[in-house]
């Protein structure tokens, strides 16, 4: 197991977020977390790399406990991209090199740059590696967060919302060249969705929230009408289409 | 040559762009030095500079070498404190604004060295002439002003501690510190005698020809540590530069990061208002100039802002001296009279 998660809680205040989360995580998995806004879905994320600190339960990394991870070493094992993140002066290179942080002491080493260098090429960034990032459109600068994250080479993967301000195009580029990455580098994905069919069509393994519980988890199997009625409040159809599911909303 | 080799020999030429920006800055620098020596009320030829540099019995070796390159390098290293004060404010803070003056640092200094001034008698005016306002004890009233700035950032910084407050949240209570401050120097010189008023005003107006031997190494021994720690977490402000959480994603610990910085900047920022007063601008401008022309790369960011500091502070000093000369003003009021028309300029011609 890469990721286990063991009766986590997590409460802002009095508020509570998360409760008796349970689930584990193997290498290579591409799991697609879904539920409604507010269910708990972000929170969830930030306290599996401990940006949030959970009081209750557990969470190990590789048979590791993250509350006796030092920052940097939870860095080297997560590469977390989240929901936003700020443009600014520096190039697409230097962006990305950025995710070389948890390995930088005084300076970038000649492998910081390699590796930068064979991410960008492989994310098809070459192009791009001296434009300043406040110039890219949508899609090419979340390639560029996603290329940040996997230069950090790390063993789990956490995207919120990768696919939210793209269009149909880039929304299918980036969720086969996650999958692609993940699959070849033997990294488990943990992705918060909002279309349920992209993730149907690139997800192995669902979970499912509703305020602040695991609802349900598992294969595509777990995805049935019932399931949408439930935790979204909306019914729907579920046909197949070429192998793949499909969610169709019923009209009112 | 593979595709592969250009992507990355493109990138080192960018760098190396960079460095050659460092040079060119450098380079001003230098010249500006040279410049500086030779202007003042006694009229030395260039000889005679160099023999006196040279050649301490030479005529005039005393007025280079006890006026002038104290002047001077006081300039030059306030300047760098200045420059990367603002280059990590504007950064840890994520505020464009943030810089001593907007954190109370300034107005604190002030308002200690009026209290040393007007209730601990420190100082007093004794002659009509500008330099020779102030102050029977030097001594307290830099360590009144560097406790009263020290006081307000703690405060500060404190609230931001215990609290864990937004970086927003810390400039508004650096605001609020500053008009707290404000209303404290303005009331002990209500009740004031006019003597003691113009002293504290006199204070207020920064001037590195108060700068003596001593004074340039302390901030000299500050400086190097500080920019030391500051390189040294070059790729910890690059990544605040792209969002808190991303930063927090590539372990960064930011709320230790932006104590420390604020904690370090703050300190020589005090160190260099007791000694010389209050200066403005420098340490909001020269930032902000150089991240439109070599971007946020803290790597490059941190020294240049430092270099452009001290050329900026260096030029308005030599323009203090040589533009009503033999009158000398005090460089306060240079650099906020160039500085904000500059700051116009580039604003209006960068856009955003």
Redo the contacts between chains.
């Keep these: 197991m890469v990721l286990s998660v063991d009766k986590v809680e997590f409460s802002y205040g009095k508020a509570n977020i998360l409760k008796d989360i349970n689930f584990k995580v193997k290498k290579g998995d591409f799991v697609s977390i879904l539920g409604v806004n507010g269910s708990g879905k972000s929170t969830l994320m ?1 306290c599996i ?1 401990r ?1 949030l600190k959970f009081k209750e339960g557990m969470i190990f990394v590789e048979e590791r406990d993250v509350r006796e991870m ?7 094992k ?5 929901q ?8 697409v ?3 990305v090199l ?2 070389r ?2 390995y ?1 002491k ?2 970038v080493s000649s492998k910081d ?2 590796l930068t ?1 064979e991410i ?2 492989v994310m098809n960034l ?1 192009e791009y ?2 434009r ?1 990032i406040n110039e890219l459109s949508g899609g090419e600068m979340q390639k560029v ?1 996603i290329a ?2 996997l230069v ?1 080479q790390p063993r789990i993967l ?1 995207l919120d919302e990768p696919t939210s301000d793209l269009d149909l195009k880039n929304q299918l580029e980036v969720m086969k060249l996650i999958k692609e990455v993940s699959c070849a580098q033997n990294i488990a994905s943990i992705v918060v969705m909002h279309d349920i069919n992209l993730a149907l069509r690139y997800s192995d393994k669902f979970i499912v929230l509703k305020d602040g519980q695991v609802f349900t988890s598992g294969g595509r199997e777990v995805i049935t009408p019932e399931l949408i009625k439930e935790a979204y409040g909306v019914d729907v159809h579920i046909k197949t289409f070429e192998g793949v599911p499909l969610v169709i909303p019923k009209s009112q | 040559m593979s595709f592969k080799d250009e992507t990355v020999t493109g990138y080192k030429s960018y760098m190396r762009n960079k460095l050659y920006i460092g040079a060119v800055l450098v380079l001003a620098l230098t010249v500006t030095i040279i410049f500086s020596i030779k202007v003042g009320a006694a009229n030395l030829s260039v000889y005679e500079i160099l023999n006196g540099l040279v050649n301490s019995q030479a005529a005039g070796a005393s007025i280079i070498w006890n006026i002038r390159i104290p002047r001077i390098l006081a300039a030059i290293i306030a300047g760098c404190c200045m420059g990367i004060e603002g280059c990590i404010m504007q950064n840890v803070l994520r505020n464009p604004l943030a810089s001593p003056y907007t954190m109370g640092i300034s107005q604190g200094a002030a308002f200690g060295a009026a209290f040393a001034i007007i209730v601990l008698g420190a100082g007093a005016l004794n002659s009509t002439q500008a330099d020779a306002v102030i102050v029977n004890n030097p001594y307290l009233t830099v360590f009144a002003a560097f406790l009263g700035a020290m006081i307000g950032v703690s405060i500060v910084l404190l609230i931001a501690r215990v609290r864990s407050v937004t970086p927003e949240a810390m400039i508004l209570a650096g605001v609020a510190m500053s008009a707290m401050f404000t209303a404290g120097t303005m009331f002990l010189q209500y009740f004031a005698s006019d003597t003691q008023v113009a002293a504290t005003v006199f204070w207020t107006f920064g001037d590195v020809g108060r700068a003596v031997w001593s004074d340039v190494w302390i901030m000299f021994i500050l400086l190097i540590p500080a920019l030391a720690y500051f390189m040294y977490h070059a790729w910890d402000y690059n990544s605040l530069e792209i969002g808190e959480e991303t930063a927090k994603g590539l372990g960064v610990n930011t709320d230790r990061i932006r104590l420390h910085g604020m904690l370090i900047s703050s300190f020589t920022s005090a160190v260099t208002v007791a000694f010389l007063g209050v200066i403005g601008f420098v340490g909001l401008i020269a930032p902000h100039i150089m991240r439109r022309i070599i971007g946020t790369d803290h790597r490059f960011l941190i020294p240049t802002s430092a270099i452009l500091g001290a050329l900026i502070l260096l030029v308005s000093d030599t323009v203090a001296r040589a533009i009503l000369a033999p009158i000398v003003l005090p460089v306060g009021i240079i650099t906020s009279f160039l500085g904000a028309p500059l700051f116009f300029y580039i604003i209006m011609k960068m856009g955003r």
Excluded at chain 1, 78 to 82: A, K, R, S, T
Excluded at chain 1, 84 to 91: A, D, K, Q
């Design positions: 930030k790399n940006i030092k920052e940097i070493e939870i860095a080297r997560m590469g977390y991209v989240p936003r993140s700020e443009t600014g002066f520096i190039t290179f230097d962006a950025l995710g942080k948890p930088i005084w300076d740059i390699e260098e960008l090429k070459e590696a001296l300043y967060v940040r994250a950090q956490l």
